[in-house]
Antibody
């Protein structure tokens, strides 16, 4: 059974750096084709993929956020960490992490999601 | 790659056949997924590779298309289907459409 859970601060101040941790179980991030992504959703708005990382360490970033976002993995801890610098009120959103298997293995979509964590950016 | 869904909102009744369209700004072959999201919940994967139904998803959901034009069809709308639907491409990075809210008519 695959599960993911996001953790981190619920409130950050403008200009601060956000660090979120995705802790997962039921799969290994060292298995061929497996990846984890971070997706956010501002209140009442659409989903936006921020970054994802694959089993082999390949990382992909949203072009519009590439300068602010870093994704890393700790395979031994079953964790993926997202950091986002210079937070602004427009970054207020629910942040999700999700599991995927690479499209070269016939999948590609986010098939298991965490419950999400609401991060508010306010002074 | 930009994804554009239409309509943004759709009003329908139980039993109706519903179709949602998603257009990509460039060809994405069949690398497209559809998700359903209910208020306060994470999205749920319905379809991947444009037309492959995820395990456990009811057969009233179907997807079609390739290249730049795709559709999600619900053959007979059920009460549990009132939700927001998103398309997502995974040909180049991953981007979502703006969503289509299916409302009760």
């Amino acid at each position: 059974q695959i599960t993911l859970k996001e953790s981190g601060p619920t409130l950050v101040k403008p200009t601060q750096t956000l660090t979120l941790t995705c802790t997962f179980s039921g799969f290994s991030l060292s298995t061929d084709g497996v990846g984890v992504g971070w997706i956010r959703q501002p209140p009442g708005e659409a989903l936006e993929c921020l970054a994802h990382i694959f089993y082999n360490g390949d990382k992909y970033y949203s072009p519009s956020l590439k300068s602010r976002v870093t994704i890393t993995k700790d395979t031994s801890k079953n964790q993926v960490v997202l950091t986002m610098t210079n937070m602004d009120p427009v970054d207020t959103a629910t942040y999700y992490c999700a599991h995927m298997v690479g499209q070269w293995l016939g999948r590609g979509a986010f098939d298991y999601w965490g419950q999400g964590t609401l991060v508010t950016v306010s002074s | 790659i930009q994804m554009t869904q239409s309509p943004s909102t759709l009003s329908a009744s139980v039993g109706d056949r519903v179709t949602i369209t998603c257009r990509a700004s460039q060809s994405i072959s069949s690398e497209l997924a559809w998700y359903q999201q209910k208020p306060g919940k994470a999205p749920n994967l319905l379809i991947y590779k444009a037309s492959t139904l995820e395990i456990g998803v009811p057969s009233r959901f179907s997807g079609s298309g390739s290249g730049t034009e795709f559709t999600l069809t619900i053959s007979s709308l059920q009460p549990d289907d009132f939700a927001t639907y998103y398309c997502q491409q995974y040909s180049s990075f991953r981007t979502f459409g703006q969503g289509t809210k299916v409302e009760i008519k």
